[in-house]
């Protein structure tokens, strides 16, 4: 076995859980250590067997870490942190503010350019997979049309936005699929869609004592933006119903592409996927891009990078003599 | 628009002539023209109007042609056409002897770096985009079962081995995926499969008149290798509905991975094709890997690739820019 690739978390949400346990399915890596906001002496309990530091300690630890996996939230820690630690390690995050991309690419890549560094943005599966595929199939299939339907699974904004109504103590949404509508186009008729056609959005609620659930359902229903274009149910359930039946945070989804080539011939692509937990299939796709950021750097490829620039060897486990021999 | 990639066919079989269709729908590519071992003058009458010349013509293209896509079988043709074509051009190739592929890349490897130029060998679907999910998968989930199904669609091989029965005048086998097998993947059980669990052959002969249709079938169902580990049905139908009906040549498959985290939490990862024609597809694929050729040997990486070598954005016609504006 060659030298294992070292890895810091930075950040100790459902995210650093996951990408802690993903490091453990990968025989080529290791865990540095955990970097934390938080007191270091509060997480010992949380932890299994690994190590954890104060995350102003990071800059001391440049020889010790290969590649910094940066688990914290698009909206404000990764703006500031991901430029940070690019200027100190190769890094890979799931930055998904999709307007600000182009900013924050721009932002890490002069970073990591100047440190001789690597770094891996917005990667995860959407974005990440799902971006991959949407350019692989269009490529693949240059006249036609492309499709992503998201879920069935737990949408955090929008579960978060119900939880700022008033009289609304916990909720959980669940964006799902129309089913129809992927059949269609699975059928190959490139349909158009309106909103409403393509996803329901499914809500739970826990409801406070005495709260007016008529006008909390109204206010959901009526929401611009979040609900107001979609089909959406209420259900007022028990607090005990919620923690035993809405715990987890499944999700997945669904890249389609459908063309024709002019023969009339029609083919269609279809990538998807069914997650027990969004985090934890985040995490480990975290950590497979760890390694090609781990190795594009040994080869002098240094600054920013997305999914739509690492090729399939980096990363995978196996030699590229392995991959021609076994996987093709 | 950018000065246009030159692309010239060599083989005008169904691949060469799905290659010269997908060219015209990809609006960055020219076709300069057909090389084939006919006698050009033979195929002027097939031809829209792409210019043919003898394949022995190609060495005095070399200024003309960017990449040269091969579309001859693996069997006889590439073996010595590969290494050939990539001493004078960029090349492109679905080559799919599959134990044969590290003797094959080598092989091209060599010829293809004295010349300065970039093959890219085994592309189309599988060998292809499924090799590339086989990797993927693996990668983002690495403790798991990997599983591809075939079909539904016709098998060249079956249907060839059918043919040469005595007493079969034409025949086509269709591989059909078996959907409850499918179905037991996706819901993560992990399940292993003997081969007759995987898939059915459904086969439809057109026999000679008088011919033993009960030895013919006999001869089929026991067949080593080819038949006798499935199930198979054989049923025998008139010259007129194998040309009405059975005159596509549509396939597909579906590449999955299911694996779990050591929280528990199962997920599936699936890629699939539904393709109406196996050929036209196949064309399709083999010319966006002709794009990231040609960008490969301007950066000067030179020598033979596979799919698991390209980065995504290498078969996009859109910029890096764009990419990150709009697709992630």
Known sequence: MKE???????????IGRAVERAVKQNQDMELTGIFTRRNPSDLVQE????????????????????????CGGSATDLPEQGPLFASLFNTVDSYDTHALIPEYFDAVDS???????????????DPGLFSMMRVIEEAVLP???????????????????????????DARQYTIPIEKAI??????EAPEFAIREKHLRDCYIVAEEGADLERIEREIVTMPHYFSDYDTTVTF?????????HGKMPHGGFVLRTGRDDEGDGHVVEFSLKLGSNPGFTGSVLVAYARAAYRLNKEGQTGAKTVFDIAPSYLSLKSPEELRKNDL
């Open 47 to 70: 932890l299994n067997d690994s190590k954890v530091f104060a995350i102003g300690e990071a800059k001391n630890c440049t020889d010790d870490i290969d590649v910094a996996i940066l």
């Open 111 to 125: 970073a990591a350019r100047e440190a001789g560094k690597t770094s891996i943005i917005s990667t995860g599966w």
């Open 143 to 169: 006249e036609g049309a492309s499709y992503t339907f998201w879920g069935p699974g737990v949408s955090q904004g929008h579960s978060d936005a119900i939880r700022r109504i008033i009289g609304v103590k």
């Open 4 to 14: 294992r690739i070292r890895i810091g978390i930075v950040g100790y949400g459902n």
């Open 183 to 188: 059949e269609k186009v699975r059928a190959g």
């Open 237 to 245: 359930i028990p607090a005990e119903e919620m923690r035993a039946n």
